[in-house]
């Protein structure tokens, strides 16, 4: 229930477009904030509904696709008449070459009434985390991979590579679904 307030008061964003769909996109897709801001239009193919993250952006220095439900798809539709133009999805307001500041999420999240300890632009990996874990349909690996986490057990580490990638397109978009219905 509250989460699905929180949805509904992005929809309600009235602050910057980029703003609003990176709040969007964060809920959506749940990378870590660093990855979203500095995401370039590149790194989208909205036809086939994948977004590659380059390895020197990732935590783990490793290259990240991520499968898009329709509805980020259309968020970032939405966004490009706006910063479609330039190289970065998420352009700063001082300089078209860098990206949002790190705190401009936090901000509009404080703007929209929610404390540093009811919402966080890297809270939402900690959600979708939990919410896909207790929905009890999605292996607990394939919602690791989504999140980009590596695998501690260094032997498990070196053989279990698959990226659940069927398994993700399907639940990322169940996951937009679900915020639609949460919304």
């Known amino acids: 229930e509250a989460f699905g307030g929180l949805l509904r008061a992005i929809d309600n964003f009235k602050g ?13 897709l749940f990378p ?21 993250i380059p390895a020197e952006r990732m935590k783990m220095r490793r ?3 991520v499968p898009l439900p ?11 008449p706006y910063t479609g133009h ?30 540093q300890d009811e919402a966080t632009s890297h809270g939402f990996r900690a959600t979708a985390s939990s919410l896909l874990n207790e929905s009890g349909k999605w292996s607990p690996d394939a919602i690791e ?22 398994e993700r397109v399907a639940m990322n978009q169940w996951w937009a679904d679900y915020l639609d219905q949460l919304r």
């Open 16 to 28: 910057q477009p980029t703003t609003k769909a990176a709040l969007k996109l964060m809920a959506l």
């Open 32 to 52: 870590r904030p660093g990855e979203l801001r500095q995401a370039q239009w590149v790194e989208f193919d909205l036809e086939k509904a994948i977004w590659t």
């Open 63 to 65: 290259e990240h696709r």
């Open 70 to 80: 329709r509805q980020a798809v259309k968020v970032l539709e939405d966004l490009h």
């Open 86 to 115: 330039a190289e970065l999805v998420f352009p700063g307001l001082q300089s078209p070459r860098r990206p949002i500041s790190e705190n401009t999420m936090n901000i509009a999240l404080r703007r929209l009434g929610y404390s």
């Open 145 to 166: 991979r989504a999140l980009a986490h590596q695998e501690k057990d260094a032997v498990r580490r070196a053989y279990a590579r698959a990226e659940h990638w069927q």
